[in-house]
């Protein structure tokens, strides 16, 4: 049963430039999330997509943007980035529950990106 | 406004023994769910036990408790028994129940098992 799985495992850029990071959730699940832990911190929402849809947002600009496809993988889409976007992007996976959100993540080992 | 506040940067423990992680949280929701997550050097988060707002039981989950104190908004996190492979970042987190999809991080606590 394979977890959730994320590619690329690293990536440099330089400011200015755009990069897709894409994330695979786990078998069975629905729902993917987004999260940006930056070097020292605890992850911070970016936004969670359910039914090819942006369910929620957090604090995170227009140029973070996602897409979820029906086969319920994701990417995840930064554009012009800053020199600040330098971090760990984790994706994460479960499956809905309507209302109820006690479902436990289930995440990636992430994509490091470093921008220069 | 959610919140949770990890105030132990870092945390040694000799192996064997236990351990207590602090959380605190803040919330004006009555439904909550509180979690926490252990994350090693590999980057990857992983799931260690949850409790819920109504859960009148604190939860347990092998070598991990959840101390749960509702009126303090404290959710500590029990280590017993600490083994060397439990070094690693801990991160406790929170999410509401309904009308939200979010789970929120805390800044994390970094264990360091001695042998």
């Known amino acids: 049963d394979a977890g959730v799985t994320q590619s690329p495992t690293h990536l440099i850029k330089t400011r200015g430039q755009q990069v897709t990071l894409r994330c695979s959730p786990k078998s069975g699940h629905d729902t993917v999330s987004w999260y940006q832990q930056a070097l020292g911190q605890g992850p911070q929402f970016i936004f969670q997509?359910?039914?090819?849809?942006?369910?929620q947002r957090g604090n995170f600009p227009d140029r973070f943007s996602g897409h979820q496809f029906p086969n319920y993988s994701s990417e995840l889409n930064v554009n012009a980035l800053l020199l600040g976007d330098s971090a760990l992007y984790l994706c994460?996976?479960?499956?809905?529950?309507?209302?109820?959100?006690?479902?436990?993540?289930?995440f990636g080992s992430g994509t490091q990106l470093s921008v220069l | 406004a959610q919140k949770i506040t990890q105030t132990q940067p870092g945390m040694f423990v000799q192996e064997k023994e236990a351990v207590t992680l602090d959380c605190t949280y803040d919330t004006s929701d009555p439904s909550y769910g509180l979690f926490w997550y252990k994350q090693p050097s590999s980057g990857e988060m992983i799931f260690l036990i949850y409790?819920?707002?109504?859960?009148?039981q604190n939860a347990t989950e092998g070598r991990y408790s959840l101390n749960f104190q509702k009126a303090r908004k404290s959710a500590n996190l029990v280590i017993s028994a600490s083994q060397l492979g439990d070094s690693a970042m801990y991160f406790c987190?929170?999410?509401?129940?309904?009308?939200?999809?979010?789970?929120?991080f805390g800044a994390g606590t970094r264990l360091f098992v001695k042998a």
């Open positions: 409790q819920g707002s109504y859960d009148q």
């Open positions: 997509y359910y039914e090819e849809e942006e369910r």
């Open positions: 994460a996976s479960s499956l809905s529950q309507g209302e109820a959100t006690n479902e436990k993540l289930f």
């Open positions: 987190a929170m999410t509401r129940l309904t009308g939200g999809f979010k789970t929120i």
